[in-house]
Each structure stands twice: as structure tokens, then as C-alpha cells.
């Protein structure tokens, strides 16, 4: 697994829709993200109740792409440790 992604390295991720998939590992001592084998992983604190560990996954996501919270949005896998996620870039 590669060292914290950049902003380049998380866009290239991205389908020329702007998805982009991800696992997600709740419940983690550090949050973190990584890539391995073409997929974003994000490690987040949070635990996988009521919707805590999505709030977080989307938090840590824009924090890191420096983009509003309601740039991107789940699309699928809101209850799977497997998402995909639709970012919203303004240029």
C-alpha cells in the first residue's frame, strides 16, 4: 500500500463520472487512507452504527480533497464496507 494519497493521487482513482470506490475499515485506533490495488482505503474511528462510520468516511474524504462535505455523495454500499462514492470537483 502506498503512502497517504495526495489529492492527484485520489482523483486519478476517479471513473470519468467522478466515482469512486473505496473499502472502509470502521472502528480504527488511526484514521488514515491509503490506496491498494486501484481502491481508496479509508480507516475511520468511527463504528458502523447509525450511519457514524459514513458521516466520518465522507468527512475524512472531503477534509482530504479540501472540497465541502456536500461535494460527495454514496451511491452505493452505505451499509457495506465496500462504497462507492460520487465526488462532485468544482474548477
Not at 485506533?29 to 486501484?38: A, D, P, Q, S, T
Not at 457495506?80 to 470537483?89: A, F, P
Request: charged share 25%; net charge positive; proline share 4%.
Amino acid at each position: 500500500m502506498s503512502a497517504t494519497p495526495s489529492f492527484q493521487d485520489i482523483v486519478a482513482l476517479m471513473n470519468s463520472d467522478g466515482e469512486l470506490r473505496m473499502r472502509v475499515i470502521p472502528g480504527a485506533k488511526v484514521e488514515k487512507l491509503g490506496i491498494e490495488n486501484e481502491t481508496l482505503k479509508i480507516w475511520i474511528r468511527a463504528a458502523p452504527e447509525d450511519g457514524k462510520a459514513n458521516k466520518a468516511v465522507i468527512a475524512l474524504l472531503t477534509q482530504r480533497l479540501k472540497i465541502p462535505n456536500n461535494a460527495a455523495t454514496i451511491i452505493s454500499g452505505q451499509t457495506s464496507r465496500d462504497k462507492r462514492i460520487k465526488i462532485t470537483l468544482s474548477e
